[in-house]
């Protein structure tokens, strides 16, 4: 019998959908057979993720013929929710306990201050976010040995939890040493479960210390939970609205496949959800199933660049940084460049030679304006284009993302009610709309809350007027002749040396493709750079910019990139075959790459990890930490925990649906040298469990 998986992506811009038509052995053999029967799109509702994967989903069960939703056998969702809350500081207010810190550790904490040491310290920096977190302090914690310091001060947690508000959405827990000896941390969540709320402890967010950053990253989970746990029931009822009973998976950072009930406990696990994802259903597409290769995901907004090692994403070992905030998370090593389809274009003539200056603002492409709006766009572009002054060369526009209601719209001082007053009928050229410049500050405060857009050329405009640019999921939904008139508009502009952009629209259209192009370029070198030993400041660097240019003197100059370039994203297959020539590289635009995130979703694997360290002890023999049992010898004591570790991560990867498991295990050890004599300090030993998921 077919069985048919499902894949889902909430992305910024579009929710993509597929339904992957797998073999019946499932996906254990990455190339055996799969195919993809339907793909859909439909734009992101921000404000309620489920309408906008509602519409999409709906798309993808229509063009299958005769679906029957009982043949699913998997479903898999990858989702930005949890790194946009972080990165705009949604979430509800937290109580954070903190066990056997000092105040200079607390202070630390929620200033952000400080410098430490990760390793073998639980003092450290963290970039704090106190945002109303309510901190309990209280005696208790252990030593880095794993040994009781203080005794846990349970009769101060119950009468601080007690005095709580009730606006107190969850706990975050964390004790000194507690990825030693996690005993307090679970000693005050079986105090607090009584409260009726979900409670974190850091000793199972991460086995590494330094215990602010775990105390950022345990406030940022349970910050999370409620977001999270909206969105998968809500997901969970339009899958059964539909039939679709099949277990459903959550895609985390580090583009592993987890059970509901875990994303639910640790959400923070889903930071660059959709980008680890893009990875893996890129390699997945490209048929890279242990090779090298480079990904670069173009968006809308962004530009996503990352390495794939063996077919597998590379990690980032100290933590994903969300938002300026350091978490602990593992996750997908990616950079992240404000470059897409939908960048605005600037004019940069400060330097002896003018360029263009590509985002990282993102707008809404006045073709696709024109098409949801052809009279209005159309006559306003019209009227401009028969005007002669500079000021009324524009091309550019605003539009309400939503109806503003009458109670917000108090919030706004009278400039602001203007300028929303203008947006009520439909778009408006911002010539007519903005007459004063604190009309302007009005509009940008509209479109940071999320109510407005900005609509002016973009690359997406350049492509469509040169006849190069393809329809979202084969859908074509640009109008070319706006885009014309929107670049003419803008090459009429001058230079401060009163030379004209570009001699009309094509010519400009060229240019901002030209530059897309060359900025790619520069942004996949920046993030390959490091791992060859080079700053990432270097891709742009004189050395470099000859490279391109291949520099043939008293010396030859070349960039070339010794592993393929694997480009998904909607506009990869317009503009990466160039980015991959300009670097001397081998470009590789799969099939469906415009879905590449909702097919990484669902062709992932269960991935469990497990760290626990060995210490020796003062009085003679060694601690294993994973259970503080003490064995005579080193080697027995990692032989121990090597052999608990893996049974643990077995288990664990079978509890998230893993069908069969493999596990590898890794050993680092920490030797000093006193005089002349070396010293073992300690040594982390690491299983991994990999397996697919079971279907249904």
């Excluded at 009769?155 to 975050?172: K, W």
């Excluded at 897409?340 to 993102?362: C, F, M, Q, W, Y």
């Amino acid at each position: 019998m077919s069985r048919l998986l499902l894949g889902i992506d909430t992305g910024g811009t579009y929710t993509d959908v597929v339904v992957i038509d797998a073999t019946a052995e499932g996906l254990s053999d990455r190339d055996a057979g799969e195919s993809i029967i339907a793909a859909a799109k439909a734009p992101t509702t921000r404000d309620d993720l489920s309408i906008g994967i509602g519409r999409s989903l709906d798309r993808a069960i229509d063009a299958v013929d005769g679906f029957d939703p009982s043949a699913i056998g998997l479903c898999a969702i990858s989702t930005t929710l949890a790194t946009n809350a972080i990165v705009e500081g949604r979430g509800g207010r937290v109580a954070l306990i903190m066990i056997g810190f000092d105040e200079r550790d607390i202070e630390r904490w929620t200033s952000g201050a400080g410098a430490g040491d990760a390793s073998g310290s639980e003092s450290g920096a963290t970039d704090a976010d106190a945002g109303g977190t309510i901190v309990i302090a209280i005696d208790g914690g252990h030593t880095a040995n794993g040994v009781e310091r203080t005794a846990l001060d349970l009769d101060t947690l119950r009468a601080e939890a007690a005095a709580l508000p009730a606006d107190v959405v969850g706990f975050a827990v964390v004790a000194q040493f507690a990825v030693r000896n996690p005993e307090h941390e679970r000693a005050a969540r079986e105090l607090l479960s009584d409260a009726g709320v979900p409670v974190t402890c850091s000793h199972e967010l991460t086995s590494k210390l330094n215990g602010p950053k775990r105390a950022l990253t345990c406030v940022l989970n349970a910050r999370l939970v409620g977001l999270i746990d909206d969105l998968l029931r809500s997901t969970a009822d339009l899958l059964a609205a539909r039939s679709i009973n099949a277990p459903t998976m959550v895609v985390r950072g580090d583009g592993s496949l987890v059970s509901i009930d875990f994303a639910r406990r640790r959400p923070i696990e889903t930071i660059l959800s959709g980008p680890a994802a893009s990875l893996v259903g890129a390699g997945y597409l490209a048929g890279l199933s242990d090779g090298d290769a480079i990904v670069s995901d173009i968006g809308g907004t962004t530009t996503d660049v990352a390495i794939l090692r063996s077919g597998r994403p590379e990690i980032d070992r100290d933590g994903a940084i969300v938002g300026g905030k350091q978490t602990m998370v593992e996750a997908v090593a990616m950079r992240t460049t404000g470059l897409g389809g939908d960048s605005e274009i600037g004019v940069d003539d400060a330097s002896r030679t003018t360029r263009l200056v590509l985002g990282p603002r993102r707008v809404v492409p006045v073709s696709m304006l024109a098409a949801e709006h052809p009279e209005l766009v159309g006559s306003a572009l019209t009227a401009q284009l028969a005007r002669h002054t500079a000021r009324d060369l524009d091309g550019t526009f605003a539009r309400l993302t939503r109806p503003i209601e009458d109670s917000l719209l108090d919030t706004f001082g009278s400039f602001g009610r203007e300028v929303v007053d203008g947006l009520t009928l439909g778009p408006v050229a911002l010539v007519d709309l903005l007459p004063t410049r604190r009309h302007e500050l009005a509009l940008d405060d509209l479109v940071a809350r999320g109510l407005a857009q900005r609509c002016a050329i973009t690359p997406t405009d350049a492509a469509v007027a040169l006849g190069v640019h393809r329809g979202v999921g084969g859908e074509e939904r640009f109008d070319p002749g706006p885009a014309g008139d929107a670049l003419s508009l803008f090459a009429r502009r001058k230079d401060r040396h009163g030379a004209l952009l570009a001699e009309g629209p094509v010519q400009l259209a060229q240019r901002i493709v030209d530059s897309l192009v060359e900025e790619s370029a520069t942004a996949v070198l920046r993030a390959v750079f490091p791992a060859d030993g080079f700053a990432p400041s270097d891709a742009s660097g004189p050395v470099t910019d000859a490279g391109l240019r291949r520099h043939r003197g008293l010396v030859s100059v070349d960039v070339e990139l010794t592993a393929p370039l694997i480009a998904v994203g909607a506009s990869a297959g317009v503009y990466y075959p160039r980015v991959a020539e300009l670097i001397n590289g081998r470009a590789v635009v799969p099939g469906n790459a415009d879905v590449a995130n909702a097919v990484g979703a669902v062709v992932g694997f269960v991935r469990m990890s497990g760290e626990a360290a060995v210490t020796p002890i003062k009085r003679g023999g060694f601690r294993a930490h994973v259970d503080m049992s003490e064995h005579d010898t080193a080697e027995a004591a990692m032989a121990h925990t090597e052999a608990v570790l893996t049974a643990a991560v077995e288990e664990e990867a079978r509890q998230q649906g893993a069908r069969t498991v493999e596990t590898r295990t890794e050993r680092n050890d920490v030797w000093a040298t006193v005089g002349d004599q070396r010293l073992f300090v300690e040594a982390v030993v690491t299983a991994t469990a990999t397996g697919r998921p079971e279907l249904a």
